[in-house]
């Protein structure tokens, strides 16, 4: 159990039998009673956010999570195939469980997965992932405006907007949280 006390951005916490990430907190005393801590929760299966008020010293229970490092192996039909590294057994997991980060995982990557009672929940990508521009338009001789993008599809299948002058075969940095050009590499 976890005391209102003990709460930081980021913990990890379970009510009604579903599990809640903290994205803010405030402890705050009304002008009668006693103290209170006024939360905003992000539900880590749906990614809904709510926001909770709970009484100062109040407990809510753990959820039962683990952080393991698994091999994104290949893509059956629409889901991902995970590999724990450790004894080498096989996860089946729907693409909607995985989120916007499939589009930035390749084939043999290890990545952190978030498990809640044995079932994927979440995939902690690096900050910055580097990916082969598979299909974009050449970029035109003297087209050399500013700050001009084109967009351009890379080897997992999603689309990143990049300057003029990258061409198909050219390895890029993309941000995983933004899905913005960081370079080339």
């Known amino acids: 159990m976890i ?5 930081k951005t980021g913990m990890k916490i379970e009510l009604d039998g579903k599990p809640f990430e903290i994205v803010e907190f405030q402890h705050f005393k009304p002008g009668k009673g006693g103290a209170m801590m006024r939360t905003k929760l992000r539900q880590l299966k749906t990614g809904q956010v709510l926001e909770k008020t709970f009484r100062s010293g109040e407990k809510v229970k753990k ?3 683990a952080a393991v490092s698994m091999q994104y192996i290949y893509k059956d039909g629409t889901d991902f195939v995970f590999m724990d590294l450790e004894t080498y057994d096989q996860m089946n997991v ?18 952190k997965v978030l498990l809640y009672n044995g079932e994927l929940i979440g995939v902690d990508l690096p900050a910055n992932v580097n990916l082969v521009v598979t299909q974009t338009d050449p970029g035109v001789q003297g087209d050399r405006v500013s700050n ?14 990049v300057p003029l002058f990258v061409d198909e075969g050219t390895t890029i940095k993309v941000d995983t949280r933004s899905g913005e050009y960081l370079g080339r590499e």
Not at 3 to 7: H, M
Not at 95 to 107: C, D, S, W
Not at 150 to 161: C, F, H, L, R, Y
């Open 3 to 7: 005391s209102t006390k003990d709460f």
């Open 63 to 65: 959820p039962d999570m």
């Open 94 to 111: 729907p693409a909607e469980n995985v989120g916007t980060a499939g589009g930035y995982i390749k084939e043999g990557d290890t990545v």
């Open 148 to 161: 001009a993008t084109k967009p351009a599809t890379v080897e997992t299948g999603i689309i990143v907007q």
